[in-house]
């Protein structure tokens, strides 16, 4: 064995398949030992909390926190190639495991990289995707610290001094590659970049989005061995979060609703809620921004509620895992209601090998009194199994 690939196997060994607990939450087996006493390599650690006290500072902010429990930055799109028009997404997960930072072993895992990729194809009977999961070291899989640098194996998203960021991820079944420009500032979630998720002090994240980003693509998809790949030069619109944070479902949760919707006229819209196990809502909001918004634009608006409705329209029950998901919704805030119609039915992406976890996330239209008025984004957790977080 290679020295390469016997690094690649430590690595990928501290983020074992079925090892994660929930959407976002931390391997079910490393947490377990967090009651350990002192003596422990494996000691308790203590996570840092979001406070609205924190202001957001660019472009540090942009890199990774790893005093916090878990990390994401997530990227989606809507991308045309001619007639094709197709959804694309790409997330990394940082997650810090309950591995003291005093343990002296190079090769105990108190970081985890994984990330997972998926193409929404019209045509196509459900989602291409793929995963990757490793811990953070030995040249495999890092996550700077003071802008958006990741990389893992060889996907990457990184973002460059100019402010643009560039995506690759290679597959079996298809590779993507994408170079993406915001309009203008990060825009931050809640107050200041603090976003409550819960009744609870501590039920919130550190976040905020880059919406309505202009994205250039190569995409080849690759078929059987019968088959020549065909490769696709896309454009189209783009949707970036980054969100951080050590505690973030009440412990009544089983999941959420969340949309980022890119509107033609240059508007976005962020909205989600959290579900009780009973069937209620704990937690809402919604986030509407003109276009412009976040830059100083004249004219430019940005409105907020904790007013928001989802409505399931229409359910699609996945064959694989019998979880049944509300593809179709109506979604009601600001005095507007915009239904949002799946690209496919089976956008379900089964992460059991990285993350443990089972949710939908799928491209989306939106429609106002009948016509459409934007794409993006619909994710659906906490169907196949309850969150853990």
């Given at each position: 064995?290679?020295?390469?690939?016997?690094?690649?196997?430590?690595?990928?060994?501290?983020?074992?398949?079925?090892?994660?607990?929930?959407?976002?939450?931390?391997?079910?087996?490393?947490?377990?030992?967090?009651?350990?006493?002192?003596?422990?390599?494996?000691?308790?650690?203590?996570?840092?909390?979001?406070?609205?006290?924190?202001?957001?500072?660019?472009?540090?902010?942009?890199?990774?926190?790893?005093?916090?429990?878990?990390?994401?930055?997530?990227?989606?799109?809507?991308?045309?190639?001619?007639?094709?028009?197709?959804?694309?997404?790409?997330?990394?997960?940082r997650a810090r495991t309950a591995h003291a930072e005093t343990n002296p072993s190079r090769f105990a895992p108190r970081q985890l990289l994984?990330?997972?990729?998926?193409?929404?194809?019209?045509?196509?009977?459900?989602?291409?995707?793929?995963?990757?999961?490793?811990?953070?070291?030995?040249?495999?899989?890092?996550?700077?610290?003071?802008?958006?640098?990741?990389?893992?194996?060889?996907?990457?998203?990184?973002?460059?001094?100019?402010?643009?960021?560039?995506?690759?991820?290679?597959?079996?079944?298809?590779?993507?590659?994408?170079?993406?420009?915001?309009?203008?500032?990060?825009?931050?979630?809640?107050?200041?970049?603090?976003?409550?998720?819960?009744?609870?002090?501590?039920?919130?994240?550190?976040?905020?989005?880059?919406?309505?980003?202009?994205?250039?693509?190569?995409?080849?998809?690759?078929?059987?061995?019968?088959?020549?790949?065909?490769?696709?030069?896309?454009?189209?619109?783009?949707?970036?979060?980054?969100?951080?944070?050590?505690?973030?479902?009440?412990?009544?949760?089983?999941?959420?609703?969340w949309i980022g919707i890119n509107l033609d006229d240059g508007s976005a819209l962020m909205a989600f809620r959290i579900r009780a196990r009973?069937?209620?809502?704990?937690?809402?909001?919604?986030?509407?921004?003109?276009?412009?918004?976040?830059?100083?634009?004249?004219?430019?608006?940005?409105?907020?509620?904790?007013?928001?409705?989802?409505?399931?329209?229409?359910?699609?029950?996945?064959?694989?895992?019998?979880?049944?998901?509300?593809?179709?919704?109506?979604v009601r805030a600001f005095e507007r209601t915009i239904d949002l119609y799946p690209l496919i039915d089976d956008q379900e992406l089964d992460?059991?090998?990285?993350?443990?976890?089972?949710?939908?996330?799928?491209?989306?239209?939106?429609?106002?009194?009948?016509?459409?008025?934007?794409?993006?984004?619909?994710?659906?957790?906490?169907?196949?199994?309850?969150?853990?977080?």
């Amino acid at each position: 064995m290679s020295r390469r690939a016997w690094l690649r196997a430590i690595a990928h060994a501290g983020a074992a398949a079925g090892a994660f607990a929930g959407a976002g939450g931390l391997p079910a087996r490393l947490l377990a030992r967090e009651a350990e006493g002192p003596q422990s390599p494996r000691a308790a650690v203590a996570f840092a909390a979001a406070s609205p006290d924190t202001r957001l500072r660019f472009p540090r902010d942009h890199g990774a926190h790893p005093a916090f429990r878990t990390e994401w930055w997530y990227l989606t799109g809507w991308l045309r190639a001619g007639e094709l028009a197709f959804g694309v997404q790409i997330t990394f997960f940082r997650a810090r495991t309950a591995h003291a930072e005093t343990n002296p072993s190079r090769f105990a895992p108190r970081q985890l990289l994984l990330a997972h990729a998926a193409l929404a194809l019209p045509g196509e009977p459900r989602l291409l995707h793929d995963q990757r999961a490793a811990r953070i070291g030995f040249g495999l899989a890092e996550a700077g610290e003071g802008d958006c640098n990741l990389r893992l194996d060889d996907w990457s998203l990184a973002r460059s001094p100019d402010d643009r960021y560039s995506a690759q991820v290679r597959s079996n079944r298809f590779h993507v590659t994408l170079a993406l420009r915001p309009p203008g500032p990060p825009l931050l979630r809640g107050d200041e970049g603090f976003s409550r998720k819960g009744p609870g002090a501590l039920q919130a994240s550190h976040y905020y989005s880059r919406p309505q980003l202009a994205m250039n693509a190569t995409v080849v998809l690759r078929g059987d061995a019968n088959e020549r790949p065909r490769e696709l030069a896309a454009s189209g619109t783009g949707w970036f979060d980054h969100e951080w944070s050590s505690e973030l479902l009440d412990p009544r949760a089983v999941g959420w609703d969340w949309i980022g919707i890119n509107l033609d006229d240059g508007s976005a819209l962020m909205a989600f809620r959290i579900r009780a196990r009973d069937g209620g809502e704990i937690w809402s909001h919604a986030h509407w921004t003109s276009a412009g918004a976040g830059s100083g634009a004249t004219g430019a608006e940005s409105r907020r509620t904790d007013s928001v409705r989802f409505e399931p329209v229409r359910t699609w029950r996945s064959l694989r895992t019998g979880a049944q998901y509300p593809v179709q919704v109506s979604v009601r805030a600001f005095e507007r209601t915009i239904d949002l119609y799946p690209l496919i039915d089976d956008q379900e992406l089964d992460a059991r090998a990285s993350t443990g976890t089972v949710y939908w996330e799928g491209a989306v239209r939106a429609v106002e009194n009948g016509r459409e008025i934007g794409r993006g984004y619909l994710e659906l957790t906490g169907y196949a199994s309850p969150v853990r977080f």
